[in-house]
């Protein structure tokens, strides 16, 4: 690089974090979701509205096309797959009868607790020798760098 093209602050950070994140996706894209009896084995679709439901409560399916930049379409058919296992349930909106909140059932609620819990304990393992400071830091890393992209993305 002559003296004209100064590389901007942070470009090699930025090329580092790049590659790391692409690597971060491949490898959790090959992630199967699954309780830790495997009496569930659960698509990331899937997980991700067990996931909203379970943290935000009842949802209505724009509100979950909203929050996971979605077609109202595709989190349609995700829905139904998720009624069809008997892991959520659709009922009127009482604020808007033309409207239907997708809300979890008892099983459902059980399937992704089991999940998230053989999750954490994954994560416990795969960190087992990271101090507790390495895990707040990374934490509090990860929750900026996703509120940096949900800005962007909105």
């Not at 909106?93 to 994954?122: C, F, K, N, Y």
Request: a negative charge.
């Amino acid at each position: 690089m002559d003296e004209q093209q100064v590389a901007p602050v942070g470009a090699d950070a930025n090329r580092r974090i790049e590659q790391h994140l692409f690597a971060l996706f491949r490898r959790t894209n090959s992630i199967h979701v699954e309780t830790k009896d495997g009496d569930h084995e659960l698509e990331r679709s899937t997980y991700g509205i067990l996931c909203l439901l379970d943290d935000a409560g009842p949802q209505r399916l724009g509100s979950i096309a909203a929050a996971y930049h979605l077609d109202p379409s595709t989190v349609t058919r995700q829905a139904q797959a998720v009624v069809r296992l008997g892991l959520a349930q659709k009922s009127p909106d009482p604020d808007d009868g033309r409207a239907s909140l997708l809300a979890l059932t008892p099983e459902g609620q059980v399937a992704i607790r089991r999940a998230r819990a053989h999750r954490r304990a994954r994560l416990e393992e795969m960190m087992a020798d990271w101090t507790d400071e390495e895990r707040d830091q990374f934490a509090h890393a990860l929750e900026r760098f996703n509120e940096a992209l949900a800005r962007w993305v909105e």
